[in-house]
């Protein structure tokens, strides 16, 4: 059974930092490409980041760009968000995913429940 349970989530001032973890069971998780999404309130769930299984390899969407890393200790299970200068519009409930199938992306992920990252103007 997997599990995916985050953690860092909160308030904080525009301009300010957050790093979400993201601790993952039930797979070899080594095995797997590694994801964020998020969800704003009133809006479509969307695309974060993604890891790739050495972590070599990372991809972001545009709007966090230069903002955000994400990263992974396979040695810990977990896979990371930093996220820096934010803004209001990072405001939304943050979900870490694994595809279904190892090594791959696109398809169905298990989802974790979600932390609230909430920032301040």
């Known amino acids: 059974q997997v599990q995916l349970v985050e953690s860092g989530g909160g308030l904080v001032q525009a301009g300010g930092s957050l790093r979400l973890s993201c601790a993952a069971s039930g797979r070899t998780f080594s095995m797997y490409t590694m994801g964020w999404f998020r969800q704003a309130p009133g809006k479509e769930r969307e695309f974060v980041a993604r890891?790739?299984?050495?972590?070599?390899?990372?991809y972001y969407a545009d709007s966090v760009k230069g903002r955000f890393t994400i990263s992974r200790d396979n040695a810990k299970n977990t896979v990371y968000l930093q996220m820096s200068s934010l803004n209001p519009e990072d405001t939304a409930v943050y979900y870490c995913?694994?595809?279904?199938?190892?090594?791959?992306?696109?398809?169905?992920?298990?989802w974790g429940q979600g932390t609230q990252v909430t920032v301040s103007s």
């Open positions: 995913v694994m595809p279904r199938v190892p090594d791959t992306w696109g398809g169905a992920y298990y």
């Open positions: 890891i790739s299984r050495s972590g070599g390899s990372t």
